[in-house]
Each structure stands twice: as structure tokens, then as C-alpha cells.
């Protein structure tokens, strides 16, 4: 079986974990987001495609989610200690050497997707990872304070904020020339199943689907959606403020409604979201919460035999 997953951070990679679980002896393939990638004391960073890689490969900080286990912040302490900015995102001494990594392959002219590919030859995730796209795009945001109207980073937006000034809108820079990363496409058109994990919807699964090509390439495909969303809240981050900023409400319903029944074949949802509709799409009801790996299994399982039942 090939199975193709949209990514992420977080959510996205404990779902994948999972997926790995319940189906080792399938081809995975993961396109991860890399619209929060955010260059930082001259370092290239790529947030979601690290956690994906940390997660799968046993090094990830668990009790947060993201950055390495173990970690240490002395290069961090220094740095403020130097007054050098930004302050409010924080790099671990072992996170340092992947971005120290990536920065110089880049500088020596390696696309991102070789880059990553040969960071996971350390990690061995078990999947094949690949960005979205080569191409540098970046999300913004648009927001107004007390300074006027002005775009940031997402990972002001996200990091330093936490999402307390309300977006006006979200512009992914970049987009309108960027192309697929080698193998996205080639990967989506030999897939048996796609499956959007509980990844934001908005400045995640969202982001990759603006990718010229992406989305086309999956609309002939059978897709399986795990909402992000359980009874009115999101699972984990503040997916809420980014779906209040495209006006969308935060349920499963209207997630679901904002990918589309052109894109949806089946829907999984909480229990706590029952009767949750759409022509055309496949809805089933059942425990999606990710208490711990065994748990991510069971919804990836249930995700995949939603699959069969709604094969095109």
C-alpha cells in the first residue's frame, strides 16, 4: 500500500506515528509544511519538517512536542546575554547542529528536499519526508495594534504573541512561483490513500494545498480527513484563532466544509461531533483523541479502513 500523508507539526506527526503503527508494512509518504520556515541568527529553520523527523526518529521532547529530548539552552543564554534578537524563539543546543546543518547544505546550493532527505538518513523515520516545495514561502500575517496595520512572521504571530492580536488575513510569500518539491506529485499520483492528519487546517494541511499543483494532483485521489477539531475547540495550538481569521467557525463541520467535499471522501470525527454532514463525503464518529501512540494507531486504523470503504 502507498500512502501519502499531509503534515504539520505536532498533531501531524503523532498521527503519523501512529499511521506507521498500524500499517508498517506500507510505503508512507509525508509532504510536510514549511510555510512557518523562519530564518534565525542567520540559520535556516524548518519547524514542522524537524517535528515530523524528531518524532518518528525517538528524539523528540515529548512533554512539549517539539525541539529534542535532553535538550540544553546554553548557546540560547549566551546569545540573549549578547542582547541579540529575536529572544522569543528559542533554539536548544541540539536543535542548533540540524538548522547548522541545513543552513550550510542550502548555502552550498542542495535543495531543501536533498537536505532533508539526508537529515532523516540520522533520524531513520520510517517514511519518506519531503517538503512541499524547494521554494522559499513563508506565511505572514496581517494584524493591527497600537503600531498600525502591519504583516509579521507566523512565528511572531504564533511564538511571541500567541496569537493575541487578532489576523486579519494570512499571505503565504512566495507561493504564486513556487513549484511542488521533486517526488510530491510522482508520490501523490501512485497513492492508494491520502490521509490529512489533525494538523491546523489553516497555516498547515492549508498551506501545502495552496502549492500550485497539490491540490489538483489529490482531487482524483480518495482522501481521508482527521478533524483537528472535538466539540467546538481545537485538539492542541490555537487552530481557533487562525479559522476566526478567514471567518471560518471552529467546528468539524466547518472544517470540513472549508476543504470540501471535491477534496473529502471520508471524514473522521469525535464521538463528540456526531451528525456532522456533507454531500458527498463518508462521515464516521469515533474516539479521535491521541492519548499516547497506541491510541494514534487506532484512529490511523479506522482512518484507513474509512479508506476502503470510500475507494475511488
Not at 546575554?81 to 542542495?110: C, K, N
Not at 486579519?168 to 511542488?180: E, I, M, W
Not at 498547515?204 to 482527521?226: E, H, N, Y
Request: hydrophobic share 45%; aromatic share 6%; net charge negative.
Amino acid at each position: 500500500m502507498h500512502i501519502v500523508s499531509l503534515a504539520g507539526g505536532i498533531g501531524g506527526a503523532r498521527f503519523l506515528r501512529g499511521l506507521r503503527a498500524a500499517a508498517p508494512d506500507a510505503s508512507i509518504t509525508v509532504i510536510g509544511n514549511t510555510g512557518d520556515d523562519i530564518t534565525l541568527f542567520g540559520l535556516r529553520v524548518c519547524p514542522d519538517l524537524d517535528t515530523v523527523m524528531y518524532t518518528l526518529g525517538n528524539g523528540i521532547d515529548e512533554e512539549q512536542g517539539w525541539g529534542r529530548a535532553k535538550e540544553s539552552h546554553v548557546v540560547k543564554e549566551e546569545l540573549a546575554a549578547y542582547g541579540v534578537e529575536p529572544q522569543w524563539f528559542g533554539l536548544g543546543d541540539r536543535d542548533f547542529a540540524t538548522h547548522i546543518v541545513r543552513s550550510q547544505m542550502l548555502e552550498a546550493g542542495y535543495p531543501l528536499s536533498q537536505i532533508t532527505q539526508a537529515l532523516c538518513a540520522r533520524w531513520q523515520p520510517g517514511v519518506r519526508l519531503l517538503p512541499m516545495t524547494d521554494d522559499r514561502c513563508e506565511t505572514h500575517v496581517v494584524v493591527e495594534d497600537e503600531r498600525g496595520k502591519r504583516a509579521v512572521h507566523f512565528q511572531e504571530w504564533w511564538v511571541r504573541l500567541r496569537a493575541s492580536i487578532p489576523a486579519q488575513s494570512f499571505a503565504l510569500v512566495g507561493v504564486d512561483t513556487a513549484k511542488p518539491a521533486p517526488g510530491v506529485l510522482e508520490a501523490i499520483e501512485q497513492a492508494d490513500v491520502v490521509i490529512l492528519p489533525p494538523s491546523n487546517p489553516v497555516v498547515s494541511i492549508g498551506t501545502i494545498l495552496q502549492i500550485p499543483g497539490i491540490r489538483d494532483a489529490l482531487l482524483p485521489k480518495t482522501v481521508v480527513g482527521v478533524s483537528p477539531i472535538i466539540g467546538g475547540a481545537p485538539v492542541r495550538g490555537m487552530a481557533d484563532a487562525c479559522l476566526t481569521a478567514i471567518g471560518v467557525e471552529t467546528t468539524a463541520q466547518a472544517v470540513l466544509e472549508l476543504y470540501g467535499s471535491e477534496l473529502i471522501d471520508g471524514w473522521l470525527v469525535a464521538e463528540e461531533d456526531e451528525g456532522v454532514t456533507l454531500d458527498g463525503v463518508r462521515v464516521v464518529a469515533r474516539p479521535i483523541l491521541m492519548h499516547d501512540t497506541d491510541a494514534a494507531a487506532d484512529i490511523a486504523r479506522t482512518a484507513l479502513d474509512l479508506a476502503q470503504e470510500v475507494a475511488r
